[in-house]
Each structure stands twice: as C-alpha cells, then as structure tokens.
C-alpha cells in the first residue's frame, strides 16, 4: 500500500505535487475536494493549541513509549482482545502490533474469514496468537450469533475494539442493513452499540487488571476542527431521523432526517461512536472500573476506508496528506497508537478522545460540542437501544 504514494510521489515529482493535487482533485471535482480536506486534514491551529492546554492543566500527558513494568509482565495472563475490521488498515495494524508484543490473544472479528486469515499471514501473526470468529456488523443477528460464539470459547473478554467502519462517500442513493437500517451508521453505530452493550457485561466478569472498551472516532465527526467544517459537516440535528429507525421507507435514512448524503452518514456515525464512549463512561465506569476511551488515530491515507472513492483520488490521497498537510500516519503507526489506548498502562484514564502531536506524545482532545453533549448522547444511547431490540 505504501507502494502507491511512492509511485504517485515520484510520477508527479514532490516538488511539482501540491499544484497537480490541487489541480486535479480541486478543481475537477469540488466535491471530492472537500471531502479530500474533511475526511482527514490537519488539525487546526486552535485545536491543537486547545489540546495541549487542556492536557498540560490536567497533566496527563504521557511518553509514548511506557513499557509494562517488570513485576506486572510475570503476574499478568495473555489479555484478550476482541478488534472488529481487523482484517485491513488499522484493526490489522494493531492486532499485528498486540500480538507481536506475545501479550494478548487477538480475536479478529470480521465479516470475511478468508480475506482476514490471508491479512493476518499476510504481516506475519502467528496463529498462536490470534482467532478469527465471523462478524457482521451490517446485521443484529450476526452480532448477536457472534457473541454467542464469542462465549462458547469460555476466554475471558478483557478489551474490546469497535474499529470496524464504511464509507460510501460516492453513494448516490443509501443502501441498507439486513435490518434495513442505512448502511453507515448501520455499521459503525448500531452494529457496534448492540455488540458493545452485549460484550461489556462479558467484561465485567473478567479479572484483567485493566479493562477497556474502545470506539475508534474521528477528527471528522468533530466540527470544532477545520477537518470538521467542510461539508457536508455532521449534525444529528433533532434525531428525528434516527427515531425513525432510518430505514428510508418511513422518512429519512438520515439521523437528522435530512437528505441522503454517504459522506455525512459516515461523520454522524462517529459523532455516534464518540457520544457513545461518553455516554458508556458515565454509566459503567464508576461501577465496572471499566476505561472507555476514544482516539483519532491520525490520517491513515492508504487504507481501504478510501476503497469507493473515486481512483485519481485514491491515487493522489496518499502523498498529498503525507506532503502537504502532514497530517499522515502510516498504518503501523496508527495501529501503534490504538495498541496504546489498548494496552499501555499510562492510557487508564477513562471517558478519554486521545489524540497525538507532531512528536508522537499522546494528549487529551477536545470534542466539538455537539460531539460531548450529554443530552444528545443519552437521547441517542436511548434511541439505539431500541433500534437494537435492547428497550
Ligand atoms: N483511514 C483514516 O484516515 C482514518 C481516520 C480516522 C479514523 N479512522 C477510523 O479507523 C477505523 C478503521 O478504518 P480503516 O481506515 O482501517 O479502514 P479499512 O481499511 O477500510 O478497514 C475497515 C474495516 O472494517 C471492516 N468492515 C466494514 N464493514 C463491515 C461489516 N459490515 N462487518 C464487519 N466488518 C466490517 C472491513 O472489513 P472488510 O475487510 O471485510 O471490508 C475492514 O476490516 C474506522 O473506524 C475509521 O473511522 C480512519
Ligand atoms: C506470539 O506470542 C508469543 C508469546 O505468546 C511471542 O513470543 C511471539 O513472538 C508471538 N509471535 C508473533 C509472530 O508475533
Ligand atoms: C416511523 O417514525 C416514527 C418517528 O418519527 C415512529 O414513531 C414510528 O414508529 C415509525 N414507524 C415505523 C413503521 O417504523
Ligand atoms: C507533544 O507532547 C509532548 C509531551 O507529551 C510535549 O513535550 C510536546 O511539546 C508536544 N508537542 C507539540 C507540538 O504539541
């Protein structure tokens, strides 16, 4: 994969790129411009500054590099960890980078058994180290069929991974689940909230010593960064939409009830993700001691999330974030950083959006507002619950 950027690279010579990238993707497409900068552009000035202040006052910034202590390596068991997506891009990264470490058992949840055995061989796990078991996110009785099978393997579950995601930004018409919700926020909401729900009381009985359920956000779900401000931005609006049941047949397939956008589904289904953690953190954290965190894992340009989108900007992608925004992270990097809020024993705080800086220090973001409200998490916690057949 990093053999496209090298090749667009060096087709276009680096010094010549950020014209031809604009050039071409700018102004031949304005759409897939903004797109281009919303999906994952730098942050912006203010939010790092605010980031930084805000971790500084609460001192937690930590080195990235913290190792296990000596005396808690010979105590602690093999964790298990359950990653769903981690059969590409980030979710493989970071199982490669947990079971590389000889301390976890990685459950790969994925939808495609054969791709994901062929991933994981594909950088070198060996099978002592991970499990595949089958899940689809797009359909409640595979989540529920999962867990199912999840608990038959009698493993104790001590972290989950909700890092499985579609993006459909082309998409001229919605397309559905099997349980007709539309796809985006099928996927990486509704799946992973029926999925999460089930699996944190299998968290509570286990007696790892740091427990954590992570749902992997987005810098584009939160419209207090510029990413975040190129349409089309997220809104949940009134969640009239998401009342719904977003099926399309009884209004819209839309959470704010608006129009069908593929790219806006995919950022409100990670304001979801991100509203969820909070809302995760406020009722369980106090008695579970379970962490809940989130992360903006960087722009990661070469994975497949960018797989429907058109190919010039596939090709062009890469090399733009790496040179001209910088906001680039390699897959092993980004999958380094989600292994952190997995496992490093400084990353405990819960109820947490991690981001990093430009010298690979983790801190403390901040949410836009619509993406830390605490009445529109509860409403949307409440609204799920239903929609899965938990209320
Ligand atoms: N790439 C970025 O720059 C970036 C930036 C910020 C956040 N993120 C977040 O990072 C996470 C991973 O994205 P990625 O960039 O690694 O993309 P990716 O390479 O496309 O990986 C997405 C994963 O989700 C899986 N998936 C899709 N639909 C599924 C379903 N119905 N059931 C089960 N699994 C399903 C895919 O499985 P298949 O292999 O079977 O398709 C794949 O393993 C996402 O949460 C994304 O929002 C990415
Ligand atoms: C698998 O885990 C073991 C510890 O159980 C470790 O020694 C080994 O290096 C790991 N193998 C790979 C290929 O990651
Ligand atoms: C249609 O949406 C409304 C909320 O807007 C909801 O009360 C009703 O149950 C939905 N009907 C169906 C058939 O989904
Ligand atoms: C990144 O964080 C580290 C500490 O974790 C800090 O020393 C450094 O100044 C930060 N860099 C930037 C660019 O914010």
Known sequence: ????????????????????????????????????DSVCARRTKRNRVAGGVRAQATAVMT??????????????????????????????????????????????????FLKTEKAAQSVGM???????????????????????TFRRSNLPLDVLVCNAAIYMPNAKTPTFTADGFE?????????????????????????????????VGSITGNTNTLAGNIPPKANLGDLRGLAGGMTGQNGSSMIDGGEFWGAKAYKDSKICNMLTMQEFHRRYHEDTGITFSSLYPGCIATTGLFREHIPLFRTLFPPFQ????????????AGNRLAQVVADPSLTKSGVYWSWNKTAASFENQLSQEASDVDKARKVWDLSEKLVGLA
């Open 1 to 36: 994969m990093a053999s496209i950027s090298l090749v667009a690279a060096s087709a276009l010579g680096k010094s010549s790129l950020k014209e031809n990238a604009f050039m071409g993707v700018s102004l031949s497409n304005h759409s897939t411009m903004s797109e281009f």
């Open 183 to 215: 796809m985006g926020v099928g996927v990486n909401h509704l799946g992973h909230f029926l999925l999460s729900r089930l699996l944190v009381e299998d968290m509570v009985k286990s007696d790892y010593p740091s427990k954590r359920l992570v749902i």
């Open 322 to 333: 790496k040179y001209i925004t910088k906001g680039y992270v390699s897959e092993t990097e």
């Open 63 to 112: 080195p990235s590099e913290t190792k296990f202590t000596e005396s808690s390596k010979k105590t602690l068991r093999k964790g298990n960890v359950i990653i769903t997506g981690a059969s590409s891009g980030l979710g493989l990264a970071t199982a490669k980078s947990l079971a590389e470490s000889g301390k976890w058992n990685v459950i790969m949840a994925c939808r495609d």
């Open 126 to 148: 060996s099978k002592e180290n991970y499990t595949i078991m089958h899940l689809d996110l797009a359909s409640l009785d595979s989540v529920r069929q999962f867990v199912e």
